[in-house]
């Protein structure tokens, strides 16, 4: 069964780090790009961050560069997004998904997580 699980989520204070992690089961993540997004309460899901089966990285907004990191370990089957110095902003959903390359397109992104909840707040 194809499956992939987000974890690490949380209630952390402003100026805090979280590692999400996103494990994948079924299938094997080194040949698939896997994008980062989030989803803020009654907003649309946005992109956040992709790793390409190549290790190439890109960030969709240049704001998040230097807070999100995001790499991948093929040996544990998992992608991670390092999140530093957390802001109340960033309290949202955040999901992992699995696409043949990275794109702004979240139609081509095919198996997606069920979600793990952030929340920054003191």
């Known amino acids: 069964q194809v499956q992939l699980v987000e974890s690490g989520g949380g209630l952390v204070q402003p100026g805090g780090s979280l590692r999400l992690s996103c494990t994948a089961s079924g299938f094997t993540l080194d040949f698939y790009a896997v994008g980062w997004f989030r989803q803020f309460p009654g907003k649309e899901r946005e992109g956040v961050s992709c790793?390409?089966?190549?290790?190439?990285?890109?960030y969709p907004a240049d704001s998040l560069k230097g807070r999100f990191t995001i790499s991948r370990d093929n040996a544990k089957n998992a992608v991670y997004l390092q999140i530093n110095s957390l802001k109340p902003e960033d309290t949202a959903v955040y999901y992992c998904a699995t696409s043949n390359g990275c794109s702004r397109n979240q139609l081509e992104y095919r198996y997606w997580g069920q979600g793990t909840q952030v929340t920054v707040s003191s």
């Open positions: 790793i390409g089966s190549r290790d190439i990285t890109t």
